[in-house]
Protein backbone atom coordinates (compact mmCIF):
# COMPACT_ATOMS: atom_id res chain seq x y z
CA UNK A 1 0.00 0.00 0.00
CA UNK A 2 0.87 3.47 -0.64
CA UNK A 3 2.59 5.59 2.39
CA UNK A 4 -0.41 8.05 2.43
CA UNK A 5 -2.75 5.24 2.83
CA UNK A 6 -0.55 3.48 5.64
CA UNK A 7 -0.54 6.75 7.33
CA UNK A 8 -4.45 7.49 7.03
CA UNK A 9 -5.54 3.87 8.42
CA UNK A 10 -2.92 4.75 11.06
CA UNK A 11 -4.33 7.52 12.23
CA UNK A 12 -8.27 6.33 11.86
CA UNK A 13 -7.32 3.44 14.17
CA UNK A 14 -5.54 5.77 16.74
CA UNK A 15 -8.58 8.12 16.40
CA UNK A 16 -10.71 5.02 17.12
CA UNK A 17 -8.64 3.96 20.10
CA UNK A 18 -8.84 7.15 21.64
CA UNK A 19 -13.02 7.01 21.35
CA UNK A 20 -12.43 3.64 23.25
CA UNK A 21 -9.90 5.55 25.55
CA UNK A 22 -12.46 8.23 26.18
CA UNK A 23 -16.11 6.20 26.29
CA UNK A 24 -13.86 4.56 29.33
CA UNK A 25 -12.79 7.29 31.03
CA UNK A 26 -16.44 8.82 30.79
CA UNK A 27 -17.60 5.71 32.59
CA UNK A 28 -18.18 5.80 36.26
CA UNK A 29 -17.21 2.37 38.27
CA UNK A 30 -20.67 1.08 39.11
CA UNK A 31 -23.16 2.98 36.70
CA UNK A 32 -24.78 1.71 33.55
CA UNK A 33 -23.32 3.18 30.74
CA UNK A 34 -24.78 6.23 29.20
CA UNK A 35 -25.71 6.73 25.87
CA UNK A 36 -22.81 9.07 25.13
CA UNK A 37 -20.56 6.52 26.14
CA UNK A 38 -22.51 3.88 23.95
CA UNK A 39 -22.35 5.55 20.60
CA UNK A 40 -18.71 6.62 21.30
CA UNK A 41 -17.69 2.80 21.61
CA UNK A 42 -19.55 2.05 18.70
CA UNK A 43 -17.96 4.63 16.94
CA UNK A 44 -14.45 3.09 18.08
CA UNK A 45 -14.84 -0.11 17.22
CA UNK A 46 -16.38 0.45 13.82
CA UNK A 47 -13.36 2.65 12.99
CA UNK A 48 -11.21 -0.05 13.89
CA UNK A 49 -12.99 -2.96 11.99
CA UNK A 50 -13.02 -0.36 9.44
CA UNK A 51 -9.28 -0.05 9.18
CA UNK A 52 -8.58 -4.13 9.40
CA UNK A 53 -11.01 -4.49 6.68
CA UNK A 54 -9.24 -2.46 4.81
CA UNK A 55 -5.98 -3.61 5.43
CA UNK A 56 -7.03 -7.26 4.47
CA UNK A 57 -8.52 -5.81 1.32
CA UNK A 58 -5.39 -4.50 0.31
CA UNK A 59 -2.98 -7.10 1.14
CA UNK A 60 -4.84 -10.33 1.27
CA UNK A 61 -7.92 -9.54 -1.35
CA UNK A 62 -9.75 -12.36 0.78
CA UNK A 63 -12.02 -10.25 3.03
CA UNK A 64 -15.33 -9.98 1.17
CA UNK A 65 -15.09 -14.30 0.75
CA UNK A 66 -14.20 -14.75 4.48
CA UNK A 67 -17.40 -12.92 4.68
CA UNK A 68 -19.36 -14.68 2.09
CA UNK A 69 -18.52 -17.95 3.26
CA UNK A 70 -19.43 -16.80 6.40
CA UNK A 71 -22.58 -15.84 5.57
CA UNK A 72 -22.88 -19.14 3.45
CA UNK A 73 -22.70 -20.97 6.97
CA UNK A 74 -25.00 -18.62 8.63
CA UNK A 75 -27.81 -19.47 6.28
CA UNK A 76 -27.23 -23.16 6.72
CA UNK A 77 -27.65 -22.65 10.34
CA UNK A 78 -30.39 -20.97 9.75
CA UNK A 79 -32.10 -23.61 7.94
CA UNK A 80 -31.30 -26.13 10.45
CA UNK A 81 -32.29 -24.41 13.52
CA UNK A 82 -35.94 -24.17 11.46
CA UNK A 83 -36.48 -27.72 13.15
CA UNK A 84 -35.44 -26.34 16.16
CA UNK A 85 -37.63 -23.68 16.73
CA UNK A 86 -40.86 -25.73 15.36
CA UNK A 87 -39.78 -28.46 18.64
CA UNK A 88 -39.74 -25.48 20.72
CA UNK A 89 -43.28 -24.08 19.84
CA UNK A 90 -44.44 -27.18 20.13
CA UNK A 91 -42.87 -28.09 23.77
CA UNK A 92 -44.66 -24.62 24.51
CA UNK A 93 -47.96 -25.43 22.87
CA UNK A 94 -48.13 -28.94 24.99
CA UNK A 95 -46.49 -27.44 28.24
CA UNK A 96 -49.74 -24.54 27.71
CA UNK A 97 -52.72 -27.03 27.42
CA UNK A 98 -51.13 -29.56 30.20
CA UNK A 99 -51.54 -26.75 32.78
CA UNK A 100 -54.68 -25.09 31.01
CA UNK A 101 -56.14 -29.02 31.22
CA UNK A 102 -54.50 -29.61 34.98
CA UNK A 103 -52.51 -33.18 33.77
CA UNK A 104 -49.54 -34.25 35.63
CA UNK A 105 -47.46 -32.53 33.60
CA UNK A 106 -44.55 -34.61 34.65
CA UNK A 107 -46.14 -37.47 33.10
CA UNK A 108 -47.34 -35.34 29.34
CA UNK A 109 -43.28 -33.98 29.41
CA UNK A 110 -41.85 -38.25 29.89
CA UNK A 111 -44.14 -39.22 27.51
CA UNK A 112 -43.22 -36.12 25.39
CA UNK A 113 -39.52 -37.20 25.72
CA UNK A 114 -40.07 -40.63 24.21
CA UNK A 115 -41.83 -39.22 21.16
CA UNK A 116 -38.43 -36.91 20.54
CA UNK A 117 -34.78 -36.98 19.72
CA UNK A 118 -31.52 -35.72 20.40
CA UNK A 119 -31.08 -32.20 22.54
CA UNK A 120 -35.11 -31.55 22.79
CA UNK A 121 -35.39 -35.08 24.73
CA UNK A 122 -32.18 -34.87 26.91
CA UNK A 123 -33.62 -31.34 27.82
CA UNK A 124 -37.76 -32.79 27.98
CA UNK A 125 -36.03 -35.84 30.58
CA UNK A 126 -33.67 -33.00 32.42
CA UNK A 127 -36.79 -30.67 32.82
CA UNK A 128 -39.08 -33.58 34.21
CA UNK A 129 -36.22 -34.25 36.32
CA UNK A 130 -36.43 -31.13 38.32
CA UNK A 131 -40.23 -30.87 38.14
CA UNK A 132 -39.82 -34.12 40.10
CA UNK A 133 -37.89 -32.06 42.79
CA UNK A 134 -40.02 -29.79 43.72
CA UNK A 135 -38.89 -26.80 41.11
CA UNK A 136 -41.47 -24.58 40.32
CA UNK A 137 -42.09 -24.16 36.16
CA UNK A 138 -40.54 -21.14 35.48
CA UNK A 139 -37.53 -22.17 37.33
CA UNK A 140 -37.05 -25.33 35.76
CA UNK A 141 -37.72 -23.64 32.06
CA UNK A 142 -34.72 -21.20 33.27
CA UNK A 143 -32.64 -24.45 33.89
CA UNK A 144 -33.42 -25.93 31.02
CA UNK A 145 -32.19 -23.22 28.48
CA UNK A 146 -33.59 -23.52 24.21
CA UNK A 147 -36.57 -25.82 25.24
CA UNK A 148 -38.91 -23.35 24.70
CA UNK A 149 -39.04 -19.72 23.69
CA UNK A 150 -37.76 -16.93 25.67
CA UNK A 151 -41.01 -15.45 25.86
CA UNK A 152 -42.73 -18.74 27.65
CA UNK A 153 -40.00 -17.66 30.72
CA UNK A 154 -41.25 -14.76 31.45
CA UNK A 155 -44.66 -15.91 30.56
CA UNK A 156 -44.27 -18.31 33.03
CA UNK A 157 -43.19 -16.20 36.13
CA UNK A 158 -45.83 -13.93 35.33
CA UNK A 159 -48.58 -17.11 35.38
CA UNK A 160 -46.95 -17.90 38.82
CA UNK A 161 -47.29 -14.15 39.82
CA UNK A 162 -51.13 -13.98 38.91
CA UNK A 163 -52.03 -17.98 39.02
CA UNK A 164 -52.83 -18.42 36.12
CA UNK A 165 -50.35 -20.17 34.49
CA UNK A 166 -51.66 -21.76 32.00
CA UNK A 167 -53.55 -18.77 30.14
CA UNK A 168 -50.51 -16.92 30.18
CA UNK A 169 -48.22 -19.50 28.62
CA UNK A 170 -50.97 -20.04 26.03
CA UNK A 171 -51.25 -16.12 25.22
CA UNK A 172 -47.21 -16.24 25.16
CA UNK A 173 -47.56 -19.22 22.61
CA UNK A 174 -50.51 -17.50 20.48
CA UNK A 175 -48.31 -14.23 20.33
CA UNK A 176 -45.64 -15.94 18.72
CA UNK A 177 -47.54 -17.90 16.01
CA UNK A 178 -48.94 -14.50 15.35
CA UNK A 179 -45.92 -12.58 15.24
CA UNK A 180 -44.11 -15.46 12.57
CA UNK A 181 -46.03 -14.37 9.63
CA UNK A 182 -44.63 -10.83 9.87
CA UNK A 183 -41.02 -11.32 10.99
CA UNK A 184 -40.52 -14.33 8.77
CA UNK A 185 -40.66 -11.65 5.54
CA UNK A 186 -38.95 -9.08 6.71
CA UNK A 187 -36.03 -11.52 8.29
CA UNK A 188 -35.56 -13.00 4.85
CA UNK A 189 -35.78 -9.68 2.81
CA UNK A 190 -33.16 -8.31 5.57
CA UNK A 191 -31.25 -11.24 4.99
CA UNK A 192 -31.34 -11.06 1.39
CA UNK A 193 -30.21 -7.30 0.81
CA UNK A 194 -27.08 -7.61 3.54
CA UNK A 195 -25.84 -10.64 1.24
CA UNK A 196 -26.70 -9.02 -2.09
CA UNK A 197 -24.26 -5.95 -0.95
CA UNK A 198 -21.43 -8.39 0.51
CA UNK A 199 -21.54 -9.85 -2.88
CA UNK A 200 -21.70 -6.77 -4.57
CA UNK A 201 -18.88 -5.00 -2.73
CA UNK A 202 -16.66 -7.90 -3.09
CA UNK A 203 -16.84 -7.99 -7.28
CA UNK A 204 -16.34 -4.35 -7.08
CA UNK A 205 -13.58 -4.27 -4.87
CA UNK A 206 -12.25 -7.36 -7.28
CA UNK A 207 -13.03 -5.79 -10.40
CA UNK A 208 -11.52 -2.61 -9.08
CA UNK A 209 -8.21 -4.13 -7.92
CA UNK A 210 -7.70 -6.48 -10.59
CA UNK A 211 -9.27 -5.83 -13.71
CA UNK A 212 -9.10 -1.97 -13.95
CA UNK A 213 -5.08 -2.14 -13.33
CA UNK A 214 -4.75 -4.51 -16.39
CA UNK A 215 -7.10 -1.80 -18.57
CA UNK A 216 -4.79 0.73 -17.70
CA UNK A 217 -1.59 -0.86 -18.12
CA UNK A 218 -2.99 -2.23 -22.03
CA UNK A 219 -4.26 1.22 -22.68
CA UNK A 220 -0.76 2.96 -21.55
CA UNK A 221 1.11 0.66 -24.22
CA UNK A 222 -1.25 1.87 -26.90
CA UNK A 223 -0.51 5.41 -25.77
CA UNK A 224 -4.45 5.94 -25.57
CA UNK A 225 -6.54 7.72 -23.20
CA UNK A 226 -9.33 5.49 -21.25
CA UNK A 227 -12.99 6.58 -20.67
CA UNK A 228 -13.65 8.74 -18.36
CA UNK A 229 -15.38 6.13 -15.99
CA UNK A 230 -13.26 3.82 -15.90
CA UNK A 231 -10.61 6.58 -14.98
CA UNK A 232 -12.53 7.81 -12.15
CA UNK A 233 -13.12 4.32 -10.85
CA UNK A 234 -9.25 4.18 -10.71
CA UNK A 235 -8.76 7.39 -8.78
CA UNK A 236 -11.69 6.62 -6.63
CA UNK A 237 -9.98 3.17 -5.96
CA UNK A 238 -6.61 4.80 -4.71
CA UNK A 239 -8.68 7.59 -2.45
CA UNK A 240 -8.28 5.96 1.49
CA UNK A 241 -11.30 7.66 2.34
CA UNK A 242 -13.28 6.07 -0.27
CA UNK A 243 -11.96 2.59 0.54
CA UNK A 244 -12.81 2.90 4.94
CA UNK A 245 -16.48 4.31 3.60
CA UNK A 246 -16.87 1.22 1.74
CA UNK A 247 -14.86 -0.83 4.35
CA UNK A 248 -17.65 0.28 7.20
CA UNK A 249 -20.05 -0.05 4.63
CA UNK A 250 -18.77 -3.83 4.34
CA UNK A 251 -18.76 -4.13 8.23
CA UNK A 252 -21.93 -3.12 8.93
CA UNK A 253 -23.41 -5.60 6.81
CA UNK A 254 -21.57 -8.03 7.74
CA UNK A 255 -22.42 -7.49 12.01
CA UNK A 256 -26.28 -6.72 10.34
CA UNK A 257 -26.55 -9.88 8.67
CA UNK A 258 -25.02 -12.15 11.31
CA UNK A 259 -26.59 -10.59 14.28
CA UNK A 260 -30.12 -11.50 12.15
CA UNK A 261 -29.08 -14.67 11.85
CA UNK A 262 -28.07 -15.22 15.39
CA UNK A 263 -31.58 -13.47 16.40
CA UNK A 264 -32.99 -15.79 14.04
CA UNK A 265 -31.88 -18.69 15.70
CA UNK A 266 -32.63 -17.47 19.40
CA UNK A 267 -29.61 -17.18 20.67
CA UNK A 268 -29.89 -12.93 20.91
CA UNK A 269 -33.07 -10.90 21.24
CA UNK A 270 -34.35 -9.22 17.85
CA UNK A 271 -34.18 -5.96 17.12
CA UNK A 272 -37.52 -5.03 18.20
CA UNK A 273 -36.71 -5.84 22.12
CA UNK A 274 -33.15 -4.31 21.75
CA UNK A 275 -35.18 -0.54 21.47
CA UNK A 276 -36.59 -0.33 25.38
CA UNK A 277 -39.49 -2.90 25.01
CA UNK A 278 -39.51 -2.80 20.98
CA UNK A 279 -42.56 -2.01 18.85
CA UNK A 280 -45.65 -3.78 18.73
CA UNK A 281 -45.00 -7.31 19.76
CA UNK A 282 -42.99 -6.52 22.89
CA UNK A 283 -45.36 -4.12 24.46
CA UNK A 284 -48.16 -6.24 23.37
CA UNK A 285 -46.47 -9.23 25.11
CA UNK A 286 -46.25 -6.66 28.59
CA UNK A 287 -49.86 -5.25 28.11
CA UNK A 288 -51.40 -9.03 27.96
CA UNK A 289 -49.39 -9.94 30.79
CA UNK A 290 -50.30 -6.28 32.98
CA UNK A 291 -53.73 -7.14 32.14
CA UNK A 292 -53.39 -10.82 33.58
CA UNK A 293 -52.06 -9.07 37.15
CA UNK A 294 -55.18 -6.93 36.42
CA UNK A 295 -57.69 -9.44 35.83
CA UNK A 296 -56.29 -11.53 39.18
CA UNK A 297 -56.12 -8.14 41.01
CA UNK A 298 -52.19 -9.02 41.94
CA UNK A 299 -49.97 -5.64 42.70
CA UNK A 300 -49.09 -4.40 39.18
CA UNK A 301 -45.52 -3.16 40.94
CA UNK A 302 -44.67 -6.65 41.19
CA UNK A 303 -45.91 -7.81 37.59
CA UNK A 304 -43.19 -5.33 36.06
CA UNK A 305 -40.31 -6.30 38.30
CA UNK A 306 -41.12 -9.68 37.14
CA UNK A 307 -41.28 -9.00 33.10
CA UNK A 308 -38.00 -6.74 34.36
CA UNK A 309 -36.02 -9.44 34.94
CA UNK A 310 -35.81 -10.57 31.27
CA UNK A 311 -35.44 -7.37 29.65
CA UNK A 312 -32.04 -6.21 27.94
CA UNK A 313 -29.92 -4.02 30.61
CA UNK A 314 -31.50 -0.51 28.98
CA UNK A 315 -35.17 -1.59 29.31
CA UNK A 316 -34.87 -3.06 32.45
CA UNK A 317 -34.32 0.21 33.97
CA UNK A 318 -36.92 1.99 32.83
CA UNK A 319 -39.23 -0.77 33.74
CA UNK A 320 -37.92 -0.36 37.05
CA UNK A 321 -38.40 2.64 37.04
CA UNK A 322 -41.82 2.61 36.14
CA UNK A 323 -42.78 0.08 38.54
CA UNK A 324 -40.97 2.09 41.56
CA UNK A 325 -43.31 5.06 40.50
CA UNK A 326 -46.13 2.93 40.65
CA UNK A 327 -45.62 1.58 43.88
CA UNK A 328 -45.18 5.34 45.09
CA UNK A 329 -48.56 5.23 43.88
CA UNK A 330 -48.95 7.12 40.18
CA UNK A 331 -51.60 5.71 37.87
CA UNK A 332 -50.18 3.24 35.96
CA UNK A 333 -50.40 4.83 32.14
CA UNK A 334 -48.43 8.02 33.63
CA UNK A 335 -45.79 5.69 34.94
CA UNK A 336 -45.50 4.03 31.83
CA UNK A 337 -45.17 7.40 29.63
CA UNK A 338 -43.36 9.29 32.13
CA UNK A 339 -40.32 6.84 31.43
CA UNK A 340 -40.62 6.60 28.07
CA UNK A 341 -42.30 2.64 27.91
CA UNK A 342 -45.51 3.76 26.15
CA UNK A 343 -46.40 7.39 24.41
CA UNK A 344 -48.06 10.01 26.48
CA UNK A 345 -51.61 9.31 24.34
CA UNK A 346 -51.58 5.70 25.18
CA UNK A 347 -51.04 6.43 28.90
CA UNK A 348 -53.66 8.88 28.71
CA UNK A 349 -55.83 6.17 27.38
CA UNK A 350 -55.29 3.84 30.15
CA UNK A 351 -55.44 6.39 33.07
CA UNK A 352 -58.72 7.03 31.62
CA UNK A 353 -59.71 3.18 31.59
CA UNK A 354 -58.28 2.99 35.13
CA UNK A 355 -60.85 5.29 36.43
CA UNK A 356 -63.51 3.97 34.74
CA UNK A 357 -62.57 0.56 35.90
CA UNK A 358 -61.71 -0.78 32.84
CA UNK A 359 -58.32 -1.56 32.81
CA UNK A 360 -58.08 -5.48 31.77
CA UNK A 361 -59.92 -3.79 28.72
CA UNK A 362 -58.06 -1.67 27.92
CA UNK A 363 -54.52 -3.55 28.37
CA UNK A 364 -55.77 -5.77 25.95
CA UNK A 365 -57.30 -3.16 23.17
CA UNK A 366 -53.98 -1.59 23.45
CA UNK A 367 -52.38 -4.47 23.04
CA UNK A 368 -53.88 -5.96 19.88
CA UNK A 369 -53.69 -1.65 18.05
CA UNK A 370 -49.74 -2.10 18.95
CA UNK A 371 -49.46 -5.41 17.32
CA UNK A 372 -51.80 -4.59 13.99
CA UNK A 373 -49.57 -1.07 14.00
CA UNK A 374 -46.55 -3.26 14.18
CA UNK A 375 -47.74 -5.50 11.12
CA UNK A 376 -48.50 -2.19 9.20
CA UNK A 377 -45.06 -1.17 9.60
CA UNK A 378 -43.12 -4.16 9.24
CA UNK A 379 -44.98 -4.10 5.73
CA UNK A 380 -44.31 -0.70 4.81
CA UNK A 381 -41.17 -1.00 6.12
CA UNK A 382 -40.62 -4.40 3.22
CA UNK A 383 -42.61 -2.62 0.75
CA UNK A 384 -40.03 0.54 0.70
CA UNK A 385 -36.76 -1.05 1.21
CA UNK A 386 -36.48 -3.34 -0.96
CA UNK A 387 -37.40 -1.72 -4.18
CA UNK A 388 -35.08 1.10 -3.09
CA UNK A 389 -32.14 -0.95 -2.59
CA UNK A 390 -32.70 -3.16 -6.21
CA UNK A 391 -32.82 0.64 -7.59
CA UNK A 392 -29.07 1.07 -6.17
CA UNK A 393 -28.04 -2.13 -7.30
CA UNK A 394 -29.06 -1.65 -10.88
CA UNK A 395 -27.07 1.62 -10.58
CA UNK A 396 -23.92 0.41 -9.08
CA UNK A 397 -24.30 -2.61 -11.76
CA UNK A 398 -24.79 -0.29 -14.61
CA UNK A 399 -21.54 1.70 -13.46
CA UNK A 400 -19.33 -1.67 -13.23
CA UNK A 401 -20.58 -2.71 -16.77
CA UNK A 402 -20.07 0.68 -17.75
CA UNK A 403 -16.48 0.69 -16.86
CA UNK A 404 -15.80 -2.96 -17.70
CA UNK A 405 -17.23 -2.55 -21.34
CA UNK A 406 -16.70 1.38 -22.68
CA UNK A 407 -12.65 0.50 -22.15
CA UNK A 408 -12.84 -2.77 -24.74
CA UNK A 409 -15.16 -0.80 -27.17
CA UNK A 410 -12.84 2.77 -27.05
CA UNK A 411 -9.48 -0.11 -27.27
CA UNK A 412 -11.20 -2.08 -30.65
CA UNK A 413 -12.21 1.40 -32.34
CA UNK A 414 -8.91 3.10 -31.52
CA UNK A 415 -7.54 -0.29 -33.11
CA UNK A 416 -9.52 -0.24 -36.73
CA UNK A 417 -8.23 1.66 -39.70
Not at 50 to 63: F, Y
Request: hydrophobic share 55%; glycine share 6%; proline share 5%.
Amino acid sequence: MAESIVKSIAGIVIFGAALLVAARLLQRRGEPVSLMGFLMRVAGWTLIASAAVTILASTLQVAGSILLWMCSFAVLMMVANRVGRARRDMVLNVIATTVEKRMPLERVLRALATETRGQTRARLVALVGLLERGVDLPEALVKTPRLVPQEAVAAARIGRETGQMGRALREAAQQRTQAAPLWAPLTSRILWLFWSSLLLVNVTGGFVRFLLPKFELIFADFGIEMPLIAQRMIDWSGNVWIQMTISQVLVICALVFLYSVVAYIGWAPWPATLLTLGTGGSRGVLLRQLALAAESQRPLPICLETVAATRPPWARRRLRAAAQSLAAGSPLGDSLARHRLFSLRDGQLLMAAERAGNLPWALRALADSSERRMGYRLQSLGQVLVPLVVVLFGVLVAIIALACYLPLIKLIESLVP
